[in-house]
């Protein structure tokens, strides 16, 4: 595992048309199974997707988290984005969400279905992927999370104020994403150069949990400053 570098629109691009071939490949096939990301990093693979000619119709995607708490219809909820940004636009079998419902049966609901072949990640400052915060272990799966301070602190950004910040979200375990059969992990912005270097070329460990995609045997990292 390495990190390649290039512009944010060229690694967006490429992201999108490894997306655009599999779920076209599927069309007379068994169903692509996508695993997707929120936030401002996968933004602009998603505005690829809205505008390529693609046919969705046997591709299902399962996202990797939700906030506990707030309302599918809540700007900042990730069903809300992910309907907005991308769900509307396309004809997608069907879409899924760790929500206060599903997420005790995710993970069966995943492996029902073959497993994720395509998994969209982002990383955070603190070297989260999804909402598996530092301390997570290797074979933690789909549950319910408190957030640390450093990610509330992140977020806070998207709402008005950082008391509005849900401090716990439902999120795919590591386990379960390191069952992706290929992982495309993103890092954008010069100040997550630092750990996303950790991530991949330093020590495995819980104290940074991207760390476990270095045992994963077909994972390709980006990054954009």
Known sequence: MRIRSNTYQKVSHQIANYIHKKANDSINGEHFILGLATGSTPHQIYE?????????????TFNLDEYVGLNENHPQSYKYFMNKGLFKSQNFHSNNFPDEKLYPYYDSMIDNVGGIDIQILGIGTNGHIAFNEPGTPRDSK??????????IKDNSRFFDSIDEVPTQAMTMGINTIMKSKAIYLIAQGKHKKEILERAVYGEITPEVPASFLQEHPNCEVFYSD
């Not at 690829?48 to 299902?60: A, V």
């Not at 789909?142 to 990610?151: H, M, P, Y």
């Open 48 to 60: 690829e997707l809205k505008s390529m000619d693609i046919d969705f119709s046997r591709t299902i």
């Open 142 to 151: 789909t549950r319910i999370v408190d957030l640390t301070e450093n990610t």
